[in-house]
């Protein structure tokens, strides 16, 4: 397993981090416990989850997910240290959370202090913000007109960071968490929170998820270039197109039990038409290279300039094996050339 610095962190991640959203829901305790331990031994040290989960949400299975890890670290107190522990605290909108209150210092001191308690631990490695208070081109918002940004009121926007980072910094002071880092969120959210970190002397964000895969690649080159050169780390979620690059949903396909077999809360905004022609492509692709769609697109995304750590997950042992044997190849000039124009032709499916 190779490692990466977690931004201007002090911390080394491996380079996959192991995602956690369907423990809970698809996946129980044995599960999980058979995944983390499985991933541990094969040098995976990175873990993320979040107060959400599981997914797809709701009030039945809120914070179930930390429960689950925290059962194991429970079992395992000798391991904590060994683990890079990332959480998130959930943004508004969502009745069952806080009433659906926005982020803010109250509710960023009652959501540590409860991901705490689920999770069994004394602190929090990296903690993020699930999705900002603002309107964020994400989760197919991210066409012209479909978010507004001149509609922001930008010194409440201001304020509310700023809040948002005298909070945080409250609990790095407290020992409760080391860094913290941003999710679902921009080129202009990473570098204001890094100007007014830098302002009032408090801590800025070490790192940001956002979704990149084959089939959504908005992220480069421009945020990207900026997390280089600003010190962030970049970690993408849902490298697969939530399951899509494995090919099992094409053409309406719906195996049993599958993540797409539920209801989703932002419904099947990747299953179009031009997406289904695309994973057919890539499909032949891997195929002809000799390997399964769903490692070509783990190793593509890997061998990407800027990312960090990769967040995975699955439902079984057989996809996390299948999966983490992505990160031992290495694509060649020759098979990037054709997965690039593969990547023209299809440059934006959903």
């Not at 982020?103 to 602190?123: F, G, H, M, P």
């Not at 970690?235 to 599958?258: F, V």
Request: with cysteine; net charge negative.
């Amino acid at each position: 397993m190779q490692f990466s610095r977690l931004g201007s962190s002090t911390l080394d991640v491996s380079r996959v981090c192991l995602g956690s959203m369907t423990w809970g829901l698809q996946n129980n305790q044995h599960d999980a416990d058979e995944q983390i331990n499985y991933a541990l031994s094969h040098g995976i040290n990175f873990m993320d989850t979040a107060e959400l989960y599981a997914v797809p949400p709701s009030e039945d299975t809120y914070g179930e997910t930390e429960k689950i890890i925290g059962n194991w670290l429970a079992r395992h107190q000798e391991k904590r240290q060994q683990v890079v522990l990332a959480s998130k605290i959930a943004g508004g909108g969502l009745r069952w959370i806080r009433g659906g209150a926005p982020i803010s210092a109250k509710t960023i001191i009652e959501a540590v202090d409860a991901s705490l308690q689920r999770l069994n631990t004394d602190y929090i490695d990296l903690y993020q913000l699930h999705w900002p208070n603002r309107n964020s081109p994400h989760f197919a918002n991210h066409w012209p007109g479909m978010v507004k940004f001149s509609d922001v009121d930008r010194e409440q926007q201001l304020s509310e960071m700023l809040e948002i980072l005298q909070a945080l910094q409250t609990c790095i002071d407290n020992g409760k968490i080391r860094h913290w880092g941003l999710s679902d969120d921009t080129t202009w959210g990473i570098n204001t929170y890094l100007r007014l970190a830098s302002e009032h002397n408090l801590a800025k964000p070490v790192a940001i998820q956002n979704e990149f895969n084959l089939l959504h690649t908005k992220d480069w080159p421009y945020l990207i270039e900026n997390c280089i050169h600003e010190d962030v780390a970049y970690l993408p979620w849902s490298p697969l197109g939530a399951g899509a690059l494995t090919g099992k949903y094409i053409d309406g396909a719906r195996p049993e039990g599958s993540r797409w077999t539920y209801v989703q809360r932002n419904g099947l905004f990747r299953d179009t038409p031009h997406s289904n022609q695309a994973v057919k492509a890539y499909v032949q692709l891997a195929q002809q290279f000799g390997i399964t769609p769903a490692q070509m697109a783990l190793a593509w995304v890997n061998q990407v300039d800027g990312v960090t750590s990769t967040i995975i997950g699955a439902t079984s042992m057989a996809q996390l094996k299948e999966n983490l044997q992505a990160f031992e190849l290495t694509l060649d000039d020759a098979q990037q050339a054709a997965i690039g124009e593969l990547l023209q032709r299809f440059p934006s499916p959903f």
